[in-house]
């Protein structure tokens, strides 16, 4: 089934995909809520509409925003979110958030997104972390029956590796992975990436820009706020930020900018250009104001020649 790309009952998907994490407000210092939807409309209106959200971006305000936004123009936007996490208070007092991809959690948390976002139906509904402790087939089934039911249209799966996505294919229709990729991180290249051409599925890019790396604006001892999870580089997912990684990338990022003036495109632009030569990617791009999401379009004009491609392998790799 072909579904990204096409318009589906008149929603057309962007290629560039809007990631709401950051305008959730939790994890990457403040945001104002009023800048974050005029930003979001103004990707509408600049030819966006692909937007991915999850309940854990910001305690359910990312999602709240999205369906303020997505009044009145729910059939022209493709929304993506997640479920299958659930917050755990540890015996030290503190809050965690654990794959939970029970059946009861599932019903409970697609309610309240639906509630959230204001909407009667999730245009791609993604299993966010691999659970091992339920039961596969409990938690594909049971993604499967809100499908049937018409509550989601699509099924997408989130940081799954190659058995985990072989196995959770047994119990359902997945369309979509969504896992970390960028010039960074290369992992998938080796297997993910072969098997989603090979099953005609699509692949999602998260942390396109390496969290903002890829912008060219940080430096070292960047005053990065107190709730900014990049001041600790903490992350389930990368060490990016850990000072002497973070120092590395710096130096590559200056080589970065060399090359996309060859281009005349921004850094940011070049990086998201690198992932949109897979014609089955759609890079997931965050932002917080309306000059980056401008930053970040026009890299659908940016053209990545043969030459540069390897200039930028011999950099990252
Ligand atoms: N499935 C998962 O587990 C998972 C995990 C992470 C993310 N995601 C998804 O992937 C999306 C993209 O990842 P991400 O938002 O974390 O990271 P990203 O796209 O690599 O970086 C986005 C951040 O970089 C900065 N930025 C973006 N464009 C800029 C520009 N042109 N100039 C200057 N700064 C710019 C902004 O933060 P500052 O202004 O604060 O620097 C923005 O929030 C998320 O929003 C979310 O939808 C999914």
């Known amino acids: 089934m072909n579904v990204f790309g096409y318009t589906v009952n008149g929603t057309q998907c962007s290629r560039l995909v809007f990631g709401a994490w950051a305008i ?75 794959p939970y991809g029970s059946s009861k959690n599932l019903k409970r948390e697609l309610e309240a997104s639906l509630r959230r976002l204001n909407t009667d139906y999730i245009d791609l509904y993604q299993l966010h972390w691999p659970d091992p402790k339920t039961d596969i087939a409990e938690t594909f089934e049971t993604l499967t029956q809100f499908q049937t039911e018409g509550s989601i249209r699509f099924i997408g799966v989130s940081n799954f590796a190659l058995s985990q996505l072989k196995q959770a294919k047994k119990y359902a229709e997945i369309i979509a992975l969504q896992n970390q990729y960028n010039l960074l991180s290369r992992e998938v290249e080796t297997e993910l990436l072969p098997f989603i051409e090979q099953e005609d599925m699509y692949f999602l890019s ?45 130096k590559q990022v200056n080589q970065l900018k060399v090359l996309a003036e060859e281009l005349h495109c921004s850094p940011a632009q070049l990086a998201i250009a690198w992932l949109l030569r897979h014609p089955r990617i759609y890079p997931l791009v965050g932002a917080k104001t309306i000059g980056q999401i401008k930053d970040n379009i026009q890299a659908l004009q940016v053209n990545v020649t043969s030459e540069i491609e390897k200039e930028l392998d011999h950099v990252f790799t």
Not at 60 to 73: D, I, P, R, T, V
Not at 214 to 229: L, M, Q, V
């Open 24 to 98: 959730g407000g939790a994890f990457t210092g403040k945001v104002d809520d009023k800048e974050s939807l005029n930003t979001l409309a103004f990707a509408f209106e600049n030819g966006i509409s692909f937007f991915d959200t999850a309940p854990v971006y910001g305690n359910g305000h990312s999602e709240w925003l999205l369906g303020q936004f997505a009044q009145n123009k729910r059939t022209k936007i493709f929304i993506a979110t997640k479920g299958g996490i659930s917050w755990k208070t540890h015996s030290s007092g503190q809050r965690v958030m654990e």
């Open 206 to 250: 998260y942390g396109s820009l390496a969290y903002g790396i890829f912008t060219g604006k940080f430096y070292p001892s960047y005053p990065f706020a107190e709730n900014d999870w990049r001041k600790t580089g903490i992350s389930p997912t990368n060490n990016y930020f850990i000072p002497s990684n973070f120092e590395h990338h710096l």
